[in-house]
C-alpha cells in the first residue's frame, strides 16, 4: 500500500443558490433539512468529512449546518469550484480527497468505503477512481477519488471554465496525459433510477423514499430494490434532464 495516502478526507461542495430548486439542501424532510440525511449516512466512516462552502452571505447557513454537525467547513470561490477544492484539501493537509456533492442525501457510505479501500490498495497517486464516468449505479450515488497531487496539477494547469466549474473534468479527460482512470462499475445496470436532488420533482421522490419507506436507514443495494420493487416511483422524476457540465 503507498504512503502518500496518510491524510483521507471527503469533501462535500454545498451552497444554497441553485437555478432550478433554491436552497435545496435545507428543505425539510422529517423535520430536518434533506442535507442532514446525507451527513447521517457518512457520519460513520472511518475518514473525515469537510464542507466546502462559498464565501457568499447566503452560505452562512452552510456554514452553521456545519458547525452545528461539528464539521469543519472552508469557504471559498463560489464558481470556480476548483480552487475551493484544491484550498480546502490544502488547508486540511489532504493526501487523498474523496469529492461527494450535497445534492445526493442517499450516497451509498458502503459504496463510498468500497471505493477508497480500492484506490489504496492501487496505491498510485497518478489514479482518479469514480462510479459516475460510465454510469452503472442510481445518479445520486456518485463520487470520485483523486489524489492531491492531481488536484494541484488540475489547480494550476485548468483554463477552461467547464473544468474550474466542475471540479475534475480535467482530471478525468486526462487533459493532462498523467492520469489513469479507474471505475466501479455494478455488476448489473441501475443507471435509470434518479436519486439525485435538482428539481421539485427529485424532492418529491426523495422525501416519499425518506418519509415512507426510510430509505434514509438503507444501504445502496436495498434502495435500488426498493426502486424496482416500486417502478411507479421512478415514474415520478424519470423525466428530467440533467444539466449538462
Not at 466546502?52 to 471559498?76: P, S, Y
Not at 476548483?82 to 480527497?97: G, P, Q, T
Not at 489513469?180 to 435538482?198: F, G, K, W
Request: net charge negative; glycine share 4%.
Amino acid at each position: 500500500m503507498d504512503t502518500f495516502f496518510k491524510n483521507i478526507g471527503i469533501i462535500i461542495q454545498a451552497r444554497m443558490g441553485s437555478t432550478r430548486l433554491p436552497s435545496k439542501i435545507m428543505l425539510p424532510v422529517n423535520g430536518h433539512p434533506i442535507f442532514q440525511s446525507q451527513i447521517n449516512r457518512l457520519k460513520d466512516l472511518s475518514h473525515p468529512l469537510y464542507i466546502a462552502t462559498t464565501t457568499q452571505l447566503a452560505d452562512t447557513v452552510v456554514l452553521e449546518f456545519a458547525e452545528k454537525n461539528n464539521i469543519q467547513c472552508f469557504r471559498g470561490d463560489e464558481t470556480n469550484v476548483l480552487s475551493r477544492y484544491y484550498e480546502c484539501a490544502r488547508k486540511f493537509e489532504l493526501d487523498l480527497v474523496v469529492r461527494l456533492t450535497s445534492d445526493c442525501p442517499l450516497i451509498d457510505p458502503l459504496l463510498v468505503e468500497k471505493g477508497i479501500r480500492q484506490y489504496l490498495e492501487m496505491g498510485d497517486k497518478k489514479i482518479f477512481l469514480s462510479n459516475a464516468i460510465s454510469r452503472s449505479y442510481p445518479r445520486g450515488f456518485d463520487f470520485e477519488i483523486f489524489s492531491y497531487y492531481l488536484l494541484e496539477d488540475a489547480y494550476r494547469n485548468a483554463v477552461d471554465i467547464s473544468d474550474k466549474e466542475h471540479v475534475t473534468p480535467y482530471i478525468w479527460k486526462n487533459k493532462s496525459g498523467n492520469v489513469r482512470v479507474e471505475q466501479i462499475i455494478r455488476t448489473s445496470d441501475a443507471s435509470q433510477y434518479r436519486l439525485t436532488l435538482d428539481t421539485q420533482e427529485d424532492f418529491a421522490l426523495l422525501r416519499i423514499l425518506i418519509e415512507e419507506h426510510r430509505a434514509d436507514a438503507l444501504s445502496g443495494e436495498e434502495i435500488i430494490k426498493l426502486m424496482h420493487a416500486h417502478p411507479e416511483l421512478a415514474i415520478i422524476n424519470q423525466h428530467i434532464e440533467q444539466k449538462k457540465d
